[in-house]
């Protein structure tokens, strides 16, 4: 076999062979709550990866190290393979209940609980649950999140999680390899940069660091209020900016104040760079305010929920400056740290779909723009934006430089020369051009598949920003009900979202030439 194609189906088997003890492991939430007749199901989606991943990764085991190509192959394939795969659990869990309820055990389900389970016989359906899930979206294809088996909750939580820090850095950190190939993988997963020398260090600490924020998000939630189940799966899924929720109107259900604001610096822990965290934790503080994307953040942050406040308060959407606050402060931050929590919702009589068009666009621009490179987020990425700008005040002041005067380009404390920024900024263009392209393209085919009048033009941007930005927050159109064009669209848009397009692209770019690798 072409040796290119081994080094990917290797790494990709690795990838496999670690999902499926996730799966594995995720029977004893099953065994814990009672729900006996889904252990089959799970033991069942466990093996099918694990057998597929094993035996990949022993047949081209002595493969060599991948180059920066193989990354964004494994990268990209490694995703859509973690996804069909994980939506395993959905398919079969849900066709258990339907077949044979009687053998197992199983519940026989009647009304929103039926509906909501049912969705997953779906093959389409579970997909899109499991690319939501990993890919750390949160659109989801149920009616009533509270009406699902506690153990499938427990793995739309989990795919969130494992998702935020990112399918690749879990296989480097489990299945650790010395060698320059680790690196090669981290770096195709959009990041950069690293903690220690080692990559396989980096990616532990990485986890380390993830783990001690997960505990302290579990127990601020539950000191707030919330139920212990509540608030493992929300500290979960907010600390990975990912968004499901085991309730039917995501945070508005509680209704509540103090969870709002409790979940508000959780959100942000997750949009902020791991390196950041690591000096912070060795108490280096200032980086909240010397480090470039983290200072961005912020001040956008404080901007962006300032005026949305402003705007929904003047435009009467609610009736005091407080409540304004609230709704407008948590969406803001919900929206760009691509967590995709909803306090907007019918629950609150004045869902998000019904903000006024200016409140909506604002909404979309965070979700468009995202958090820091190196977090759990989605979008476009702060220090993308800081390159634009700083780029092109670069070249406008240029202009009034002489010719022969040798020039520096500063970003984000690195001092580059003219070629090095010509490579950052043209990098930064063609991911935000791109961006724009598929946003487009996606906002294209829902306006020609939806019912005519059913939507707005902000609520179709929204859903696809929202989409293919990895946050998850929705306007009323994603559901199990809408056409199936459109959740291929969605699919992709959190796909390429995700990887940040190019990976997916250099994918298909390979299938659609039969494989052609260098060899």
Request: one cysteine or more; glycine letters at 10%; a negative charge.
């Amino acid at each position: 076999m072409n040796g290119s194609r081994a080094t990917i189906l290797r790494d990709l088997g690795r990838i496999l062979e670690a999902l499926g003890g996730l799966i594995l492991a995720s029977t004893l939430v099953a065994l814990a709550w009672g729900e006996y007749y889904a252990v089959p199901a799970f033991v069942l989606s466990a093996l099918v990866p694990f057998a597929v991943g094993r035996l990949l990764a022993r047949r081209f085991a002595d493969a060599a190290d991948p180059g920066k190509l193989h990354g964004m192959m494994v990268a990209a394939s490694g995703w859509f393979a973690v996804a069909t795969f994980g939506s395993l659990p959905f398919l079969l869990v849900a066709w258990t209940i339907a077949i044979d309820p009687a053998v197992l055990n199983a519940p026989n389900l009647t009304g929103r609980a039926a509906s909501t389970v049912g969705a997953f016989r779906e093959p389409l359906n579970a997909f899109f649950e499991s690319m939501s899930g990993f890919t750390g979206t949160g659109l989801t294809m149920t009616d009533d999140e509270s009406a699902l088996p506690h153990v499938l909750q427990w793995w739309r939580t989990f795919t969130e999680w494992v998702g935020g820090v990112g399918v690749i850095v879990l296989t480097t950190a489990i299945l650790s390899r010395p060698g320059s190939g680790s690196l090669t993988l981290y770096e195709s997963e959009a990041r950069s940069e690293k903690i220690h020398p080692s990559i396989v260090s980096t990616v532990r600490t990485i986890w380390w660091i993830f783990l001690l924020f997960t505990f302290a998000s579990i127990l601020l939630l539950w000191l707030v209020g919330l139920p212990l189940w509540d608030a493992i799966n929300h500290a979960m899924t907010g600390l990975a900016t990912g968004g499901f929720s085991i309730t039917d109107n995501s945070i508005a259900t509680y209704d509540s104040a103090l969870v709002d604001f409790a979940l508000v610096p959780i959100m942000i822990l997750g949009s902020i760079a791991f390196p950041i965290h690591y000096l912070m934790l060795e108490g280096d503080l200032r980086n909240l305010y010397t480090d470039l994307q983290t200072r961005w953040l912020l001040g956008f942050l404080a901007v962006g929920s300032g005026f949305l406040t402003l705007l929904v308060y003047a435009n009467g959407t609610y009736d005091s400056l407080f409540t304004a606050f609230r709704y407008g402060l948590f969406q803001f931050v919900s929206a760009m740290s691509c967590t995709g929590f909803q306090t907007a919702s019918d629950a609150t009589n004045v869902a998000l779909g019904r903000w006024s068009a200016e409140a909506q666009l604002t909404v979309t621009s965070g979700m468009i723009l995202g958090g820091a490179a190196g977090s759990t987020v989605g979008g476009i990425k702060i220090i993308r934006l800081a390159t634009l700008y700083k780029g092109i005040t670069h070249r406008i002041t240029g202009v009034f430089v002489p010719d022969k005067a040798i020039r520096t380009f500063e970003l984000d404390g690195r001092v580059l020369d003219e070629e090095e920024a010509d490579r950052e900024f043209a990098e930064a263009a063609i991911i935000a051009g791109l961006w724009a392209v598929f946003l487009a393209a996606s906002m294209l085919v829902l306006l020609l598949v939806l019912p005519d009048g059913e939507y707005t033009l902000q609520n179709v941007v929204f859903e696809v920003a929202s989409a293919q930005g990895n946050v998850g927050l929705s306007a009323g159109i994603t559901g199990p009900g809408m056409p199936s064009l459109a959740k291929i669209a969605f699919l992709f848009n959190m796909w390429i979202g995700r990887l940040e397009i190019i990976p997916v692209l250099v994918f298909l770019r390979a299938l659609f030439k039969r494989g052609d690798l260098y060899r």
